[in-house]
């Protein structure tokens, strides 16, 4: 039998051209979200004032197994995809290990990241329907530079609130972002009610994905024919994302494979829930039975250490409730430098799949050891990845030191989110030796639990 190559890829025939809905086969769907006016179920007209009309449909839509691609969109991914789906030949030499290391690398686009397959999607539908103009945040810039890109490329003006202390570690993805035409609002702001009134708490603060998404809301309700979109945590982003997945399954198919154990970051679950969905699906339908990791930051550990509630996805509390894994909307995380996982919550399906004990096991790590494998992936791999996804690479390497202790041959795919281009600041404190860690204690964690709503 001939060698695996070090990438395999699917042609453009072979590209998927449906998304995978993954609550169509859940055995239980998550619990549904809070009106927050009212304090009942939301129904699909109470997402208008904020999402286009057909992302609220994908958003509420609990049953459509298969939702087709539109051929503008799949034009687009034909940009940049099919990925690569990548066997790590000189990372299982280095860790000596009978473990076979597989990585999705999802980094070959100007984002340098997973986010286009989602923005893209979102500004069509946008666009599609008469909308003049776009309001989003961003956190380590990954989304606002695919929104970016997709604004761009449709022609439709965007507003980005950019998480505060991302944008002063960051400060080319905001060049980029302004390239492509976006503009750039570092959160919180004096822009809007809300961010001025979090800064009268807080003046000092660095800012949080909560906020950020408190201010681009506002931004959006309040400006004639715009709307808000979204880059993770939502149900209409882990359907777009599902591209991932369904790449990775088909191109692991060809090659005859299939993985033992399935390992994604975890911020608010777009990378996580693409990656995973289709494995998910055999596992939920009992064909097969992979083993499910997810990895995050140790200084924002929602999975790890929060508590399964009904909380609001926005520090401002103007967002729907939803049945998430939290550690409270008012939760600010310290300064890492993986700041697309600083999220208080996690997405409800998600959440729920590891409720149910689906997504099997949830890992958090301090940020040295994440660099630490960082570093090694890069050296043997020669792709420098982001700090995200750097938590996968981790997770993947351990479980494969553990093969190399039992001598098990284990299937090992990780998702490689994107790349480390825009984090050199992080690179450089980490080989100067400057890196700290942070971990929250228990004390630091209770202020958010105890302002979590009471239903």
């Known amino acids: 039998m001939s060698k695996i190559p070090y990438r395999i890829y699917l042609t453009e025939q072979e590209m998927p051209r449906q998304w995978y809905n993954l609550r169509s086969d859940m055995p239980?769907?998550?619990?549904?979200y809070i009106n927050p006016g009212t304090m009942k179920p939301a129904v699909l007209e109470d997402l208008y004032p904020v999402f286009c009309e057909e992302l609220a449909k994908q958003e509420m839509d609990n049953t459509t197994r298969y939702v087709d691609i539109p051929e503008e969109i799949l034009e687009f991914y034909k940009i940049y995809r099919?990925?690569?789906?990548?066997?790590a030949y000189n990372l299982e030499k280095a860790l000596d290990t009978p473990a076979k290391i597989y990585f999705k690398f999802e980094g070959n686009n100007t984002s340098g990241s997973h986010k286009l397959n989602s923005a893209v999607a979102q500004v069509y539908y946008a666009k599609k329907q008469g909308i003049t103009s776009l309001t989003t945040e961003t956190g380590a810039g990954q989304w606002g530079t695919a929104l970016s890109e997709a604004c761009s490329y449709?022609?439709?003006?965007?507003?980005?609130?950019m998480v505060k202390v991302s944008s002063q570690q960051k400060p080319y993805r905001k060049a980029i972002i302004e390239t492509f035409g976006g503009k750039v609002i570092p959160s919180p702001s004096d822009k809007t009610e809300v961010g001025r009134s979090i800064l009268k708490k807080n003046p000092e603060t660095g800012g949080s994905l909560g906020c950020a998404i408190s201010e681009a809301i506002e931004h959006a309700v309040k400006t004639e024919n715009c709307r808000y979109v979204l880059g993770s945590v939502l149900n209409q982003v882990l359907l777009h994302q599902s591209i991932i997945g369904l790449e990775a399954k088909a191109a692991m198919d060809k090659i005859g494979e299939y993985p033992d154990i399935v390992i994604g970051c975890a911020g608010g679950g777009s990378n996580l829930g693409g990656l995973i969905a289709p494995f998910m699906q055999d596992k939920l339908t009992g064909r097969k039975n992979p083993y499910f990791i997810a990895v995050e930051p140790a200084s924002c550990p929602s999975m790890t250490r929060g508590k399964y509630a009904y909380d609001f996805c926005d520090t401002?509390?103007?967002?729907?409730?939803?049945?998430?894994?939290?550690?409270g909307c008012e939760f600010i995380p310290s300064a890492n430098h993986a700041g697309g996982l600083r999220y208080h919550g996690m997405s409800p399906v998600i959440s729920k799949l590891y409720h149910d004990g689906y997504l099997d096991e949830?890992?958090?790590?301090?940020?040295?050891?994440?660099?630490?494998?960082?570093?090694?992936?890069?050296?043997?791999?020669t792709i420098l990845p982001a700090p995200e996804s750097s938590h996968a690479i981790r997770a993947a390497i351990d479980e494969a030191l553990k093969c190399r202790l039992t001598g098990e041959e284990k299937t090992i795919l990780f998702g490689l989110t994107g790349t480390g281009y825009f984090d050199m600041a992080a690179y450089m404190q980490y080989n100067e030796g400057m890196m700290t860690d942070y971990i929250p204690t228990d004390e630091d964690l209770k202020p958010g639990f105890d302002a979590l709503p009471t239903l």
């Open 28 to 32: 239980e769907l998550p619990d549904p």
């Open 154 to 161: 449709f022609d439709m003006p965007l507003t980005v609130y």
């Open 362 to 381: 949830a890992k958090a790590y301090e940020q040295t050891r994440v660099f630490d494998a960082a570093a090694l992936f890069a050296k043997y791999e």
């Open 316 to 327: 401002g509390r103007v967002t729907p409730l939803a049945k998430m894994y939290t550690l």
């Open 82 to 87: 099919p990925s690569p789906l990548c066997r």
